[in-house]
């Protein structure tokens, strides 16, 4: 695609249940990043991804959060037992990879409420 | 560790105004500072970066002013338009030090508002 899509879009879910959240980076982008975003609040870095692999996890909040990446595309960040305050804009970024300073270029994101 | 702090936290300039954003940082190490404009229910953009080899940029009605020694910088919006109204956020990276290739450090954002 033309951008980073992100899916879905919305998720509501109950305190205690298991979620899945998805991102596209841009066709051939080889560095992908996911950040979060609370209500009001700026950008915090979770992981990043080069290829399939995750050098920096250094963002992860908690066990309960886990991220993966297949085939260089597509990752997935899980949140497992979610807690109200898991709830916030989850939004991923992808870039070229090419080994300089690049812009981040970032997808729509998710919207997560945990009731 | 807030490692980039941004101010104000909301402004309301009237339509052919100046809007200013400060931001300031603590890593002297930071190397390359974004400046992303975000609509609501949409993601962050890119608006205009600047290195700290130079001490301003500008791009269109967009200028970053940046001051190595007191380590902050600032965006100025000229001629603010209605559509210029958004949430603006600064950012800082160092690249490529470590493992954590060119992640950004987000400072906590300006709801700006211009008013016709």
């Known amino acids: 695609g033309a951008g980073v899509s992100q899916s879905p879009s919305n998720k509501v879910t109950e305190k205690g249940k298991d979620v899945e959240l998805r991102c596209d980076p841009i066709?051939?982008?080889?560095?992908l990043y996911w950040y979060r975003q609370s209500l009001g609040q700026g950008l915090e870095f979770l992981i990043y991804?080069?290829?399939?692999?995750?050098?920096?996890k250094s963002g992860l909040p908690s066990d309960r959060f886990s991220a993966e990446r297949t085939g260089g595309s597509v990752s997935t960040l899980t949140i497992q037992r979610t807690q109200q305050e898991d709830s916030a804009v989850y939004l991923c970024?992808?870039?070229?990879?090419?080994?300089?300073?690049?812009?981040?270029?970032f997808g729509p994101g998710t919207r997560l409420l945990v009731l | 560790q807030q490692q980039v702090k941004q101010s104000p936290q909301s402004l309301i300039v009237q339509k052919g105004g100046i809007s200013i954003i400060n931001c300031a940082y603590e890593?002297?190490?930071?190397?390359?500072f974004p400046w992303y404009q975000q609509f609501p229910g949409k993601g962050p953009a890119l608006l205009i970066a600047?290195?700290?080899d130079v001490s301003e940029k500008k791009e269109g009605r967009f200028t970053i002013s940046f001051n190595k020694s007191a380590k902050q910088f600032s965006l100025h919006i000229m001629d603010s338009q209605p559509g210029d109204s958004a949430t603006y956020f600064c950012?800082?990276?160092?690249w490529g030090v470590g493992t954590s290739g060119s992640r950004l450090t987000f400072g906590e954002g300006t709801q700006l508002t211009v008013n016709p």
């Open positions: 600047i290195r700290p």
């Open positions: 066709s051939g982008h080889t560095a």
């Open positions: 950012a800082a990276s160092r």
């Open positions: 970024a992808s870039t070229a990879g090419t080994g300089t300073q690049e812009t981040q270029y």
């Open positions: 890593n002297t190490a930071f190397d390359y």
């Open positions: 991804f080069q290829g399939n692999s995750a050098p920096d």
